[in-house]
């Protein structure tokens, strides 16, 4: 009997009980498997959103800075409270009696190999920013600091790595191992479809299947569509500014113009790359270039940190975890109340300041939101690949080995960046660059100072490329799931057109914001990022309520008398964690253990 056809242990115990199935009522065409209700109102209404975008640019810019501030400035301490509380909860679930609780079931068995699945969670999850805000943020606090430093001092460049590891650490990962838990127990170990609605199981029951589901499942494609175009564009705006300096200031080629339109033509041509990798599927296609891509970071890294000034780097990298783990808590708490010390040696955030009273809207709260509207698609990603991973297996890979890799690359690329700055012979060189033309110019500014120049510019450039076709293709394998009701196995179709959708809104984004094109993307994280608070603040109940029935299963008598049947057979291995608490079930060829329909 093929392995597919066998009814194993976790889906004879432990599925939901319910007659349907993921994607059931799909209709099939034209190279398309889809749920017409989620795919037609979602596909129209972003449809709608683009052609309102570019028909009104200035009044959509408008309403996009409208919306950035008006939603940190009333919600900012909701943001707080709920990425404070999802650290909690998860560390909760590793170090509690759940952590040997197995995605997939006790039958479950993973998918990729631990390399390969390291890579691939970090390349989906904030590759593109680092590459972004690697230089950028660090020197950026270097002169607007938090926590009473004074500007442009050595005080102040700790502070600003303490700061940059704070909203790149902890938190973010916290985040997306909430949403990819929460996704991955609901479908492997329930058997219900890779999809938010499936959270809603335990309120909804089989409505998830109805109008219900679907409203939830539309609403999820707005808030994973925003949250990646947001770093679709920075990328584009990043690879323009790239382009721009290797031919201006390197002479490597004649001049790139640095325009919102040259950025445009960007984002289609890599949006095509993506389309050709998201045709081929994720192993072909994601897998391969999750490894290209953290072969490229590594070395990119060990560049920086050889060419660069490596003392000094090797002596921040302690220092600012110090001063990170220091004023973690203050850090993780501060709601812009009693703002005045905190920013005293500040000009800009500082009193009388331009953007007194901004540190949260343009910093801490648009990364939270950030995170969250990024959560349903890194979340849904990486719980697609993660199956055959305890709970604290996977909660330790996914909250300290990205973490411990971000640590490292703003130690290295910020340290650099600082040590250039608090020097007399090259201050100012790019610092000037990021106030006067932005973010985007920050790192090629910096490796303007280095030896090597072309070629460590040439690799950024090319790395945020492969960066932004992995993001684009993880991004719209989640998109089909979503649209498709869950099915894990869909045509390659589906998966085209949400890369060239998200393509198309970047695009719209880029237009619409003109000169303030970051703040336009900042926007929709931010507006998408909110209500999307709500649903995972719910989804922490609903795993606890689901991990309590597993572990309660796993430890009946019915459960019990299963395992001693099923040992009876010596092809039979069975794997215990904790005490007696059955883990892992396998017959020793490695197929599914078949306990018929009983």
């Known amino acids: 009997m093929a392995d597919e056809d066998k009814r194993g242990i976790q889906e004879n115990l432990f599925h939901a009980e319910t007659d349907r199935e993921p994607g059931d009522r799909n209709w099939q065409g034209f190279g398309f498997d889809i749920n017409p209700p989620v795919f037609l109102i979602a596909g129209g209404l972003i449809t709608l959103f683009i052609v309102l975008s570019l028909v009104f640019p200035d009044q959509a810019g408008t309403v996009y800075q409208d919306t950035r501030v008006a939603v940190s400035d009333y919600f900012d301490w909701l943001f707080i409270l709920a990425a404070n509380s999802f650290i909690i909860f998860m560390v909760y679930l590793a170090i509690s009696k759940y952590g040997s609780i197995r995605l997939g079931g006790v039958d479950g068995e993973k998918e990729f190999s631990d390399i390969s699945w390291v890579a691939m969670l970090f390349s989906a999850g904030m590759g593109i920013g680092l590459m972004f805000f690697g230089v950028a943020e660090p020197v950026f606090h270097l002169f607007d600091p938090h926590l009473g430093a004074e500007a442009g001092t050595e005080g102040a460049g700790e502070v600003a790595l303490a700061v940059s590891l704070f909203h790149w650490g902890i938190h973010p990962w ?16 329930r058997g219900l479809p890779l999809t938010f609605r499936s959270v809603f199981y335990p309120v909804l029951g089989d409505r998830i299947y109805g109008w219900p589901g679907h409203l939830i499942d539309i609403f ?15 990328g584009a705006l990043q690879i323009n500014a790239g382009l721009t300096f290797v031919g201006d200031e390197v002479g490597a080629f004649p001049t790139v113009p640095d325009s919102i339109w040259v950025a445009v033509a960007i984002v ?16 072909k296609g994601i897998r391969r270039l999750s490894n290209l891509n953290l072969t490229l970071m590594i070395l990119l890294l060990g560049s920086v940190f050889v060419l660069g ?126 106030f006067e033309v932005g973010e985007e110019l920050a790192m090629f500014a910096m490796f303007d100072l280095m030896p090597g120049t072309l070629i460590l510019s040439v690799l950024a450039i090319i790395l945020v490329t ?59 994280a931010i507006a998408s990022g909110l209500p999307f608070t709500l649903i995972l603040l719910f989804m922490m109940y609903a795993v606890l309520v689901g991990l309590r029935r597993e572990y309660k299963t796993l430890k009946s008598d019915e459960f019990a008398e299963l395992i001693d049947d099923l040992e009876e057979d010596d092809e039979i291995v069975v794997t215990s964690q904790t005490g007696d608490l059955v883990t892992h079930v396998r017959t020793r060829d490695g197929t599914v253990v078949d306990v018929g329909d009983d």
């Open 174 to 189: 916290a985040i997306y191992a909430l949403v990819a838990l929460g996704l991955a127990f609901f479908s492997f170990n």
């Open 268 to 283: 289609g041509v890599v949006t095509g790359l993506a389309m050709i990798s998201v045709y081929l599927g994720l192993d």
């Open 220 to 234: 999820t494609i707005f808030a994973t569509l925003f949250g990646l175009v947001t770093s679709l564009g920075l």
């Open 466 to 524: 492969t960066f932004f076709v992995t993001s684009s293709d993880s991004g719209s394998l989640v998109l089909e799931h979503l649209s498709t009701g869950g099915k894990h196995e869909t045509p390659p179709t589906g998966r085209v057109f949400w890369a060239a959708s998200e393509g198309l809104v970047a695009s719209t984004l880029l237009i619409a914001g003109g000169d303030a094109a970051v703040e336009a993307l900042q926007a929709a």
């Open 309 to 434: 000034p490596t003392l000094f780097i090797l002596g921040a990298l302690p220092q600012a975890i110090g001063g990170y783990l220091g004023n973690f808590f203050e850090l993780s708490f501060f709601g812009n109340t009693f703002d005045n010390h905190y920013f005293q040696g500040s000009e800009f955030y500082g009193p009388g300041g331009e953007g007194e009273g901004n540190f949260l809207v343009d910093w801490t709260v648009f990364y939270w939101a950030w995170w969250i509207s990024w959560s349903p698609f890194v979340g849904m990603f990486i719980a697609r690949i993660s199956k055959g991973r305890s709970i604290r297996e996977f909660v330790g890979g996914v909250l300290l080995i990205p973490v411990i890799f971000s640590f490292a690359w703003f130690s290295a690329m910020g340290g650099t960046a600082l040590n250039f700055e608090l020097s007399e012979a090259t201050e100012g060189a790019i610092s000037g660059p990021i």
